[in-house]
């Protein structure tokens, strides 16, 4: 009891000599001239934010961000995303032989070394919107996979192919013409089963269609599945980076400057996150990258402070000079702290990241969250486990795919990861489980 006292002791000095001291010592000293440093302090803030307001309104994922267009959704601006997208897929069409392309991919398929069986799931949704124009989410994204493949010279190692699990694949009409580039596997359903559609439910039914999309791409015995929606679009550069960390973090890691096989058991990667969902305050995670990326601001500036008050001191001080010193620095820090925090939290967690995105090397794993499933990365080996499991289960508005993989998880006591920042967009305006627009403009312009 007396250790147990002597500690808490201990400990309550310790903190009085850390934070205590300083405020009594910069309340007593809290003339005239504070009051006009503090007055100072808060033109700072004011100022900042006003500038931040100004600068803000134009960046999406800032809590200044303000839309223009009357409707509440910036057509003009998604539309011109879209054109672009689209005129792209037309050139990379424009280019290939239809019988060539799907002939060395239908190779690939057979071969006993395939890295990656990449799955696009894809439903018929409305192709024309007439804000919009014309949409073709499955056209850009298989052109843009196609693209990324070639350039990478990974033609050898990936097999792209469509998973068609629309109620009437034959009059899909998009995934018709594609399918005489790439690999296209349908999934027929019985006229039961098209009668139970409404008893089934649409969370189910995506369930199901995944599950399908799942087995369809471990027949062909890749090391690594990789499902994607019709809408998430890839970048440039998403091969590199799943190089990359396949092989520094996945497979193998250091510990104590040597490589070593990973043992860990995970079961996915989420390869992408809309950025709405990556807030500070979502996850612990995100949380401490704020707290961390404010301390590591206000250090420096905190560090700059201390060595001009060094340079500008004599060379010998009172023992209450010194705790003035030491009570203005601690301030500094402080307010420097606040005032970082606010800063990095206005602007949004989404452009912190994209700092990272000017290289493949320094894309990062983090912990992943439950949300979402529009482009994953399974190892080979669990994804028989999965299926078993997603059979077993049944899914609704209330517990949907994602909630049932987030269990799954948790229940065999696995790790899932997400990349950070993501290396494939959300480019789909236009919902085609809930046949209706995305409201949230931040996620497309």
């Known amino acids: 009891m007396c250790y147990v006292l002597y ?10 000599w850390l934070i205590i001291t300083p405020f009594c010592c910069f309340a007593r000293q809290f003339t005239r001239s504070r009051l006009v440093c503090l007055i100072k302090i808060l033109s700072v803030y004011m100022v900042t934010l006003i500038v931040l307001f100004i600068i803000c309104q134009k960046l999406p994922y800032s809590y200044f961000y303000r839309l223009y267009d009357s409707s509440g959704i910036n057509f003009a601006r998604i539309r011109i995303l879209n054109d672009q997208r689209r005129f792209k897929a037309r050139k990379v069409l424009s280019e290939l032989n239809p019988n060539e392309t799907r002939r060395m991919y239908l190779e690939n398929a057979k071969s006993d070394h395939l890295k990656y069986a990449i799955g696009v799931v894809t439903v018929a949704r409305k192709n024309f919107i007439s804000e919009v124009g014309e949409l073709k989410y499955l056209t850009q994204v298989m052109t843009q996979l196609h693209d990324v493949i070639a350039k990478c010279g990974a033609t050898n190692d990936v097999f792209p192919f469509i998973c068609n699990v629309d109620l009437k694949p034959e009059d899909f009409d998009e995934a018709l013409h594609l399918a005489q580039y790439f690999p296209n596997i349908t999934k027929l359903y019985s006229p039961t089963y098209q009668q139970g559609i409404q008893r089934t439910g649409k969370t189910e039914m995506e369930k199901q269609d995944y599950v399908f999309c799942l087995e369809s791409a471990l027949q062909y015995n890749p090391d690594y599945v990789i499902l994607i929606e019709d809408d998430a679009y890839p970048k440039d550069n998403f091969l590199e980076v799943l190089e990359h960390l396949i092989e520094t973090k996945l497979e193998t890691n250091i510990r104590r400057g040597e490589r070593t096989l990973n043992t860990v058991r995970w079961g996915w990667v989420k390869l992408m996150i809309p950025y709405s969902l990556t807030k ?22 905190w560090l700059a402070y201390c060595f001009y008050i060094e340079c500008c001191s004599s060379t010998q001080e009172s023992p209450a000079n010194i705790i003035k010193t030491y009570a203005r620095s601690f301030c500094v820090l402080l307010f420097t702290f606040i005032y970082f925090l606010l800063i990095i939290w206005i602007i949004g967690r989404a452009y912190y990241v994209q700092v990272r995105s000017f290289s493949p090397y320094l894309h990062a794993l983090e912990p992943g969250t439950s949300c979402c499933t529009p482009a994953l990365l399974f190892p080979s080996n669990e994804v028989p486990n999965i299926v078993k499991y997603l059979g077993s289960i049944k899914c609704s508005r209330h517990f949907p795919l994602d909630f049932a993989l987030d269990n799954y998880r948790i229940d065999n006591k696995i790790k899932q990861y997400l990349v950070s920042p993501n290396i494939f967009s959300h480019i789909g305006f236009y919902s085609s489980l809930r046949q209706s627009y995305n409201t949230n403009e931040a996620e497309f312009v």
């Not at 500690?7 to 009085?16: A, D, G, M, P």
């Not at 500070?280 to 500036?301: D, E, K, M, P, T």
Request: hydrophobic share 55%; charged share 10%.
């Open 280 to 301: 500070y305050h979502r996850n612990w995670f995100f949380f401490c990258q704020w707290v961390a990326l404010a301390l590591l601001l206000s250090g420096i500036v």
């Open 7 to 16: 500690y808490c002791r201990t400990l309550f000095n310790f903190i009085k």
